[in-house]
């Protein structure tokens, strides 16, 4: 649990495969009576270049096998989604291997700063409404220079 300008948070890593993470997702939101509306969903996405946030009010899965899961058990895809970029497994990687693999050097030197960003998006989210979000951090990444993360 954590609060955010007096709102009780209820920040989840399900502990299911990620296939089966919509089963965890609407278990907590059941149990503790969270309307769909009020679920923000963050996760990795390997379509999305490494270090870059993509952040929507709703919307399919792209692909991605745990926000299938979420949709699915949801029975909506009506919830703000942040997604992550980890970019593409390099030629001739299997992707079921490549998102298990632990970051490189290089990768494991941004993540604090991705991170950073990622909270801070999640913010302006939660402030200023998901529009707001997009506008201020769809598209960047934090290997662009003027990211303020070296």
């Not at 278990?27 to 870059?52: H, N, Q, W, Y």
């Not at 919307?59 to 970029?85: C, F, W």
């Not at 990768?107 to 506008?135: F, H, P, Q």
Request: hydrophobic share 35%; charged share 25%; net charge positive.
């Amino acid at each position: 649990y954590a609060s955010f300008k007096g709102e009780q948070l209820v920040l989840l890593k399900p502990m299911t495969y990620m296939n089966s993470s919509g089963l965890a997702v609407n278990a907590v939101r059941k149990r503790l009576s969270i309307p769909v509306e009020k679920i923000v969903v963050i996760c990795d996405d390997m379509d999305i270049p490494f270090g870059t946030i993509r952040i929507r009010p709703r919307g399919g899965a792209g692909g991605h096998r745990g926000l299938m899961s979420i949709n699915k058990e949801m029975g909506t895809e009506d919830y703000p989604r942040i997604r992550v970029g980890i970019g593409r497994p390099p030629e001739g990687r299997n992707p079921a291997d490549y998102v298990l693999e632990p970051f490189s050097k290089r990768e494991v030197e941004m993540i604090d700063c991705i991170l950073s960003r990622v909270c801070d998006s999640l913010g302006v989210l939660l402030r200023e409404g998901c529009e707001a979000a997009m506008n201020r951090f769809n598209g960047i990444s934090v290997i662009d220079k003027d990211t303020n993360c070296s």
